[in-house]
């Protein structure tokens, strides 16, 4: 009897996707794990979205997906399950088909707390500036709280800000900042962590904290990975202070993502390698 072929495609759902480095990136991790499996990237628009899911519940070849903008939040009301990390944060971008039901997973936390390990002083008690109360930065407030360091948010929109460290004050003590605390806040900083679109290529130009505002001796991290380096991660540099970009994050979470798939650890080697080619790439 000829069964159900295995599961072997995971796709992406974005809109748009044509700049995106998973298809890179899970293509080589598929191909250094020995899986003969495929990763595409479907560009959804909002409305298209429940469509393409029902496709994902009906495809029997199918691993799972990757969520990104501007689903992540929208798809979590078209999945049958959700992990408690994924209703915790209120956003989903992974999906794993398992049978004909669709489990929303979260891994940007989990990727982020493990590219923030690979720091010299990996997070713990001390203070943490965020910039940024997108979903990007709920994940790094989470992070950075159960890490136990204090955390101040300082957003562009400050009710936004209010609102997550609202949301977050029952994991640790996170308190919003307006533009006046900001310079303080971040010279005190043993983490800032930029979690806002500012400085990404395409995106809003510059840094995203005035010039020579920078932490007397913490980390700098920034959770864009395209330029390299970003205006913010250049200044930092120059200061000689430690920097991480967005590429251990990208990495881990993706990591994070073909585990739940496959049930197997990642290559992350074969993964770091094909992101870095394809960023060299880009800007070759
Ligand atoms: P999002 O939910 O849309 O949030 C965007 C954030 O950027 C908001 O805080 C927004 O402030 C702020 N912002 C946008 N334009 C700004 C401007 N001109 N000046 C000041 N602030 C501005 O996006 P997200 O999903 O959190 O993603 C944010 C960034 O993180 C993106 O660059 C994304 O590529 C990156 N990211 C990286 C990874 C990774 O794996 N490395 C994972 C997730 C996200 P307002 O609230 O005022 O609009």
Redesign the pocket.
């Known amino acids: 009897m000829v069964g159900d072929p295995p599961p072997t495609l995971a796709v992406l759902l974005a809109h748009p996707a044509g700049h995106s480095l998973s298809p890179a990136m899970h293509g080589a991790a598929f191909a250094a794990a020995g899986i003969a499996g495929r990763y595409e990237a479907w560009d959804v628009a909002p409305e298209a979205l429940p469509a393409a899911l029902e496709r994902l519940r009906q495809s029997p070849t199918l691993l799972g997906a990757n969520v ?2 501007p689903h ?1 939040e929208t798809v979590l009301r078209l999945l049958d399950a959700l992990t408690p990390e994924a209703e915790r944060l209120g ?1 989903v ?1 992974t999906i794993v088909r398992r049978d004909d039901r669709l489990l929303g997973h979260n891994t ?1 936390a989990i ?2 707390a493990a ?1 923030l390990a690979g720091l010299a002083r990996p997070p713990g008690p001390g203070r943490a500036v965020v ?9 790094a407030v989470a992070v950075l709280l159960q890490a136990g360091c204090s955390v101040r948010v300082h ?3 400050h009710p ?2 209010e609102a997550l460290a609202a949301a977050m004050r029952h994991v640790g003590t996170v308190v919003a900042i307006g533009a006046e605390a900001l310079r303080e806040a971040i010279a005190e900083a043993d983490w800032l962590v ?5 400085g ?1 290529h395409g ?2 130009p510059g840094s ?1 904290v005035p010039e020579g505002v920078l932490p007397a001796s913490g980390a700098v991290i920034d ?3 395209r330029p390299r380096p970003t205006p913010l991660l250049a200044a930092a540099a120059a200061a000689g202070l430690e920097t991480q ?10 990591a994070a993502s073909f585990t739940a798939w496959t049930g197997r650890e990642a290559p992350l080697a074969a993964m770091f390698g094909a992101v870095e080619r394809a960023l060299s790439a880009a800007t070759a």
């Open positions: 990104t903008v992540k956003a971008n940007d990727g982020l590219a910039l940024g109360a997108g979903g990007a930065a709920r994940a957003n562009r929109t936004r800000a930029n979690t806002t679109s500012v990404m995106g809003p995203p959770l864009v990975y970009d967005g590429v251990a994050m990208l990495v881990h979470q993706g």
